[in-house]
């Protein structure tokens, strides 16, 4: 690429930002995400003030760069065109509204939403802003970065098939995954934060990582299952973004480790936030981010090989 399509390239990724910024704010006013929470006492969060208003304009607009510059990167390396990479794009937003924001509040943040420290429709506002966010998003970042005009590099990789083992192994290895790099990273990443261990459990108390697991199935023996759920629906939704990657299993890890830390909400932590304290917001956004960089790394690798493999058996 040279330095006429770079500097375009770099153009059209800062108005991608600037869409998705005003996007966002569109998203939660149509959602009422955006209102303040109101306790049980019938008192609201204090509005922010001008100066506080532009600070968080500020940090949307840096969030909404990072996510578009991944964006560029997803449609520049995708194999497909058009509606297919507008498709994919769609379910990748909306994943991180839906299995990340609104399935993470109903597990963990059920306290605080009784207390009234946070909405209690916040999932359904979520997953909402989402369905707004992706469906007005997708085809505006394509467009603009030429999704729909160009002839995809690469289209013969999107004619091999997959078999059903194949299929089915590739879902349940990366569902494994998720369910142990959650925990591992949530554990020795965020959970080593005393002051995370005070907002979601009301002590600093710490077990060792083998008595936490066991409390939280006998505690809370539903939580597994619901966590190796998610990780099936999170796979499920990226799985398209991921198979139109072009390149081979190093390559495709790559993007899809940028594509997960990038909309896996980690970035959103960044920003000041209405929920958690700054400590517990920080701790989350390394655990995030460490862990999209493994588990994004694994599930590209994963049908990396799988793809070659397909490839060879098909020649």
């Known amino acids: 690429m040279g330095a006429r399509s770079s500097i375009g390239v770099g153009l059209r990724t800062i108005v991608v930002a600037v869409g998705l910024t005003i996007i966002f704010m569109v998203g939660t006013l149509v959602s009422g995400l955006g209102r303040p929470a109101t306790s049980a006492a019938g008192?609201?969060?204090a509005t922010p003030s001008a100066g506080q208003?532009?600070?968080?304009?500020l940090w949307l607009f840096v969030v909404s760069l990072l996510q578009a510059a991944v964006v560029t990167y997803l449609v520049l390396e995708a194999t497909w065109s058009g509606w297919r990479i507008t498709g994919a794009l769609f379910l990748v937003v909306l994943n991180m509204w839906m299995t990340q924001t609104a399935v993470e509040s109903v597990s963990y943040l059920r306290g605080h939403i009784f207390q009234g420290q946070v909405a209690s429709g916040f999932a359904t506002q979520a997953v909402v802003t989402g369905l707004v966010i992706a469906t007005l998003f997708a085809p505006f970042a394509v467009w603009m970065l030429?999704?729909?005009?160009?002839i995809a590099p690469g289209a013969t990789i999107e004619c091999v098939h997959w078999s059903a083992a194949r299929w089915t192994g590739t879902l349940a290895a990366t569902t494994v995954a998720f369910v142990a790099l959650y925990y591992l990273c949530g554990y020795y990443i965020a959970w080593q934060n005393p002051a995370l261990r005070q907002f979601y459990?009301?002590?600093t108390e710490i077990r060792p990582f083998w008595g936490q697991i066991g409390w939280t199935w006998s505690s809370t023996p539903w939580m597994v299952p619901l966590q190796a759920g998610r990780g099936l629906l999170f796979v499920a939704m990226t799985l398209p973004a991921v198979?139109?990657?072009r390149g081979g299993p190093v390559r495709v890890a790559f993007g899809t480790a940028l594509m997960y830390?990038?909309?896996d909400g980690s970035l959103g932590l960044i920003m000041p936030n209405p929920i958690f304290p700054p400590s517990v917001a920080h701790s989350h956004l390394v655990e995030l981010m460490v862990w999209g960089l493994l588990f994004g790394s694994f599930v590209g690798w994963i049908v990396g090989r799988g793809r070659a493999a397909a490839e060879t058996a098909a020649l």
């Not at 208003?53 to 304009?57: F, Q, V």
């Open 201 to 203: 459990s009301g002590t």
């Open 146 to 150: 030429g999704g729909f005009r160009r």
């Open 43 to 45: 008192t609201t969060a």
């Open 261 to 263: 830390v990038g909309w």
């Open 53 to 57: 208003g532009g600070d968080i304009l």
């Open 243 to 245: 198979r139109m990657l």
